[in-house]
């Protein structure tokens, strides 16, 4: 997971503190000045999110306007689960 992280750029991991995570882990990568490719560390999984937030600064802070789950379990060497991420950055 390490290599999908650096590649597309996403932060270092913060804990979450708006509790729309449950505490959990996140990194994120900017899709644009308001929406966020979010990864979510819970256990031993990975869950993707893309979310909006009024600045990037409130990622991990505050609530989301938006969160919708894309992939609950994320799995790199799964092709359709690679291209979901490609599918919002490019």
């Known amino acids: 997971m390490e290599n999908i992280f650096k590649y597309y750029e996403f932060s270092e991991f913060i804990t979450d503190a708006s509790e729309k995570f449950s505490g ?20 031993n999984q990975y869950n993707l999110y893309v979310s909006k937030y009024k600045t990037v ?3 991990g802070i505050k609530q989301p306007e938006i969160l919708e789950i894309l992939v609950k379990g994320y799995d790199k060497s799964k092709s359709e689960h690679r291209m979901l991420i490609k599918q919002y950055l490019y």
């Open 24 to 43: 959990n882990q996140i990194c994120y990568t900017e899709l644009n000045s308001t929406h966020f490719l979010i990864f979510e560390k819970e256990n």
């Open 57 to 59: 600064k409130e990622i």
